[in-house]
């Protein structure tokens, strides 16, 4: 990730809202964490929270295409 504070906080921003209109909590809550630069430890954190959602979200997205099947009628 370019530390690129602005660009991060923008791009998280619209991930966070993205992931909440479809139900991926997990994603939404990391995006969350992104978006805030406030928080403690940010800068020393932004990477991994980047890694998480990277390594998470084809597993979340599986999760959500059962749960439409399943609650399809």
């Known amino acids: ?6 660009g991060i906080v923008s791009k998280s921003h ?9 139900g991926l909590l ?4 990391l ?6 630069p406030d928080l403690p430890a940010w800068w020393d ?3 991994d929270w980047h890694e998480l959602i ?6 979340d997205i599986k ?3 059962k749960w439409i099947v399943a609650n399809a009628n």
């Open 1 to 6: 990730v370019a530390k690129n504070q602005k």
């Open 14 to 22: 619209k991930i966070k809202g993205a992931a909440a209109s479809v």
């Open 26 to 29: 997990r994603i939404q809550k």
């Open 31 to 36: 995006a969350e964490k992104m978006q805030s």
């Open 45 to 47: 954190n932004i990477d």
């Open 54 to 59: 990277k390594s998470l979200y084809l597993k």
């Open 63 to 65: 999760k959500l295409k």
